[in-house]
């Protein structure tokens, strides 16, 4: 096995023990719950097999539901994310993107930060309309949809530089 497989394994597996150990305890307000395991869909590197990112975030989203009862919204809303991630690439880094270039762990900027928010944003999203999924429900679930991306947000790029690897 090559290291960034055990990387990634090493990070399904904390990410996700974090999210049920932690996370899903975290409850303020009745309306801000952070859901940082998206990072490992964010974090998976991009020259790397995309089948195996779109398995690897079905098992993610679907061991997130069997612990919390959701009934398949994180696998679903797992699943699409992983898939739209090459769009969110595209229009966060435009050309570097083409050629590869990406590390998200890395500092902090502009790009990397529109990429983490927007797909934050479109996970928070899907995940709330799918969980409340009436028309009734809407202006509720946006407004989760915000409160938690932004909680999310916070927390992710905590996690990401509290854990960022170290320069060699």
């Given at each position: 096995m090559n290291n960034a497989l055990i990387i990634n394994i090493v990070r399904f597996i904390f990410l996700l023990a974090a999210q049920i150990v932690i996370f899903?305890?975290?409850?303020?307000?009745?309306?801000?719950?952070?859901?940082?395991?998206?990072?490992f869909i964010l974090l998976?590197?991009?020259?790397?097999?995309?089948?195996?990112?779109?398995?690897?975030?079905?098992?993610?989203?679907?061991?997130?539901?069997?612990?919390?009862n959701s009934g398949g919204v994180h696998a679903t809303s797992c699943l699409i994310l992983a898939y739209v991630r090459p769009v969110f690439f595209k229009f966060a880094?435009?050309?570097?993107?083409?050629?590869q270039t990406i590390k998200i762990n890395d500092r902090l900027s502009p790009e990397r930060f529109t990429f983490i928010f927007?797909?934050?944003?479109?996970?928070?999203?899907?995940l709330f309309?799918?969980?409340?999924f009436k028309f009734a429900f809407i202006l509720e679930a946006m407004l989760r949809t915000i409160v938690t991306t932004i909680f999310t947000l916070v927390v992710s790029i905590l996690i990401i530089y509290l854990f960022k690897p170290s320069k060699r």
């Open positions: 899903n305890n975290i409850d303020l307000f009745g309306y801000i719950n952070p859901y940082p395991y998206i990072l998976y590197p991009v020259n790397s097999n995309r089948a195996g990112l779109l398995i690897a975030s079905f098992l993610l989203g679907l061991t997130v539901d069997m612990f919390t880094f435009g050309l570097s993107y083409e050629y927007i797909s934050v944003l479109i996970h928070h999203f899907i309309i799918l969980e409340y």
